[in-house]
């Protein structure tokens, strides 16, 4: 059973306590009648919130209004109603005639409209203002000089005073309806009151449960909210902050960190006690046109220790991207600009199109700018879109409802889409995806949302795009074997990703590291020169994955000639006579048709990729000056910045 309601009632006449008793019988509550008003209400009242003796008060009239004001009680007001002002006028009229005059007090609590009520009843009367005690005697007295032998008045205390003065008092009483109505408004007030204390209990224990630290501060600057987690990360204790400002703490210096004015800020980094902490100030305006901070924070140890434990989780699944550009192996002048202008395409959120010879490193761009975005906390999602045949790839990109087919999982599954939900999903060979999901693609792209096979509801994928293809896409797209729209979709950002036979300097750096991840590669230091002259003569037609295998089946054979590197040489050879190159023929480079500037700069890069730190070189095989070479080099570097 509910908790009864305790009202406390400060009853202006004996009838009126009479009334709410009867009333009571209809509510779930306990009464504390007391007959006081205006100051020994006041006083009375201050001692029921002293000792917790009431809820809730109803009043009337004055007594109402001073009770509100002098203690912290919710007052429920009984209305003086026009009804009531009617009525106790003509009563008086019948009783003693006129003249009449009517008491009211200056704060005027009820709205009585006298013109109205002369009207009505035509009846004359004079009204007489009154501010306090010493006041009412003064207007009383004024009324008896002017001939008014009856008052009407709507306090106790006043009739009193005027029966001194030898004149008819009547007193205002208050219909049944009026006190049901202020009860029951007092009922209701609790109740709300009840409600807010248990949300702002809930409240309370859900940021008291956070884990991040949490201070909040009136306009002032003192503190009315601290939880556990502040006192633990700050080294305060609540009891001894809690109502202080935060200014007059023994150690604002520190705090300064922290608060800092309480400007509004998001994701500072700030050092309090030799500690890391990430904090977001708040200013907030309240309801009631005042305003507070609010402090969240939290240690960085803590959000790293969380960011490890995400990544380790993307890592248990498979969802992660592994490499970083400084994994990216190479110095040549055409790597540098690629790896500078894949940096810049990370800071952004657009679709990316990766394009290079089979083995030339696109899902090593593709991982690197995934992992130097503002996604790198999310997963990292890889699909061969030439591994899987179309009705599997399906699927497996979009996800499949249960039944949607024989053999379907129980539960339906989501897809590679769903998966890469807030990161990446990398594309690779997407040239070889099939008109239907071509189709399929573009949508997910325009709408940003996708539907599993079998299904009849969508579901919003918030996802970056990083597609790759070894084909020339402009010419499947004029071969009508992709999508002209999707095309233009995935290629908002390009990159070429140059073969090793155009960063030709790269070749033994890149050879030296991959024997390096063997566990015993019997080479120190660099190669020899007619050993690097070879592995350049060579084109690298599967350029990085082929290099590697030769590192891998050199490791496995083993040097028979440490000085020499017969062995080494040897399997080069081998390689060559394999596809049949002439290495008689002079370095060969291939350029794509653009303007002169750019066909230019092409011819530049690839030749320096030639000649790696031989700017003489580079000059007499181009058969023009170092000077003009610096010129043109510098020229080159400019438009590709």
């Given at each position: ?107 005027n609590p009820f709205k009585l409209n006298f013109d109205t009520y002369k009207e009505m009843l035509n009846i004359d009367f004079n009204i007489y203002n009154y501010k306090n005690g010493t006041d009412l005697l003064e207007q009383i007295d004024l009324a008896c000089v002017q001939g008014i032998r009856t008052m009407i008045a709507t306090g106790s205390c006043i009739v009193e005073k005027a029966r001194d003065w030898d004149v008819n008092p009547i007193f205002v009483h208050s219909n049944e309806e009026s006190i049901r109505g202020a009860v029951a408004r ?209 699927s497996e990109l979009f996800g499949y409802e249960e039944g949607a087919f024989t053999g379907a999982r129980r539960g339906g599954k989501p897809g590679l889409f769903e998966l890469a939900h807030g990161g990446s999903i990398f594309m690779d060979e997407i040239s070889e995806l099939c008109p239907q999901l071509q189709a399929r693609l573009l949508r997910v792209i325009q709408q940003k949302e996708v539907m599993r096979v079998g299904g009849n509801r969508v579901i919003p994928v918030d996802v970056r795009i990083i597609a790759s293809s070894n084909r020339n ?169």
């Amino acid at each position: 059973m509910a908790k009864k309601i305790r009202i406390g009632v400060f009853a202006p006449y004996r009838e009126f306590s009479g009334l709410v008793k009867k009333i009571g019988r209809d509510f779930n509550a306990e009464f504390v009648i007391e007959h006081l008003i205006l100051g020994d209400a006041v006083k009375a009242a201050r001692k029921w919130l002293r000792e917790e003796a009431v809820d809730v008060v109803v009043a009337r009239g004055p007594t109402a209004q001073m009770v509100e004001k002098a203690v912290d009680l919710p007052v429920s007001v009984v209305d003086i109603t026009n009804f009531d002002v009617m009525n106790t006028l003509h009563q008086a009229r019948a009783l003693y005639g006129a003249p009449i005059g009517f008491l009211v007090h200056r704060s005027n609590p009820f709205k009585l409209n006298f013109d109205t009520y002369k009207e009505m009843l035509n009846i004359d009367f004079n009204i007489y203002n009154y501010k306090n005690g010493t006041d009412l005697l003064e207007q009383i007295d004024l009324a008896c000089v002017q001939g008014i032998r009856t008052m009407i008045a709507t306090g106790s205390c006043i009739v009193e005073k005027a029966r001194d003065w030898d004149v008819n008092p009547i007193f205002v009483h208050s219909n049944e309806e009026s006190i049901r109505g202020a009860v029951a408004r007092a009922v209701q007030m609790m109740d709300i009151k009840q409600e807010n204390r248990a949300f702002a209990d809930r409240l309370s224990t859900i940021l008291k449960s956070i884990h991040d630290g949490m201070l909040a501060l009136d306009e002032g600057g003192a503190i009315f909210f601290c939880n556990p987690m502040a006192e633990q990360l700050l080294g305060l204790r609540r009891e001894e902050i809690l109502g202080q400002n935060i200014k007059n703490l023994q150690n604002f210096s520190e705090l300064m960190a922290i608060y800092d004015n309480g400007t509004r800020v998001t994701g500072e980094i700030v050092l309090y006690a030799g500690k890391e902490f990430l904090v977001n100030r708040m200013p907030i305006k309240t309801s009631g046109g005042g305003r507070c901070l609010v402090i969240n924070f939290q240690g960085i140890s803590k959000i790293r220790k969380m960011e490890e434990s995400i990544r380790q989780k993307l890592h248990d699944k498979g969802l992660l991207a592994k490499y970083h550009f400084t994994d990216i192996v190479g110095r040549s002048p055409a790597l540098i600009d690629v790896i500078t202008q894949a940096r810049k395409y990370a800071k952004t959120m657009s679709t990316v199109m990766i394009t290079g010879e089979s083995g030339t490193g696109k899902e090593l761009f593709a991982q690197s700018i995934h992992n130097e975005s503002s996604r790198c906390t999310g997963p990292f999602v890889a699909v061969n879109c030439a591994a899987l045949p179309e009705n599997l790839l399906e699927s497996e990109l979009f996800g499949y409802e249960e039944g949607a087919f024989t053999g379907a999982r129980r539960g339906g599954k989501p897809g590679l889409f769903e998966l890469a939900h807030g990161g990446s999903i990398f594309m690779d060979e997407i040239s070889e995806l099939c008109p239907q999901l071509q189709a399929r693609l573009l949508r997910v792209i325009q709408q940003k949302e996708v539907m599993r096979v079998g299904g009849n509801r969508v579901i919003p994928v918030d996802v970056r795009i990083i597609a790759s293809s070894n084909r020339n896409l402009s010419e499947a797209v004029k071969k009508a074997t992709f999508r002209e729209d999707l095309f233009y979709r995935l290629n908002v950002l390009s990159l070429y990703v140059p073969p090793l036979r155009e960063r030709a300097g790269d070749i033994q750096v890149l050879f030296l590291h991959l024997l390096k991840r063997k566990e015993d590669s019997g080479i120190q230091g660099h190669l020899p020169k007619q050993v690097v002259e070879k592995l350049k003569s060579y084109p690298w037609p599967g350029n990085i994955r082929e290099l590697e295998n030769l590192a891998e089946r050199y490791c496995a054979i083993g040097e028979d000639d440490p000085q020499g590197f017969t062995t080494l040489q040897s399997l080069i050879s081998r390689l060559i006579d394999n596809n049949h190159v002439d290495v008689s023929k002079k370095p060969q480079i291939t350029v794509d048709v653009g303007t002169i500037d750019e066909i230019e700069t092409r011819i530049i890069g690839q030749v320096a990729g030639l000649y790696p730190g031989s700017r003489e070189g580079m000059a007499k095989k181009l058969g023009i000056s170092r000077t003009t070479l610096w010129r043109r080099l510098k020229t080159a570097n400019q438009g590709r910045n």
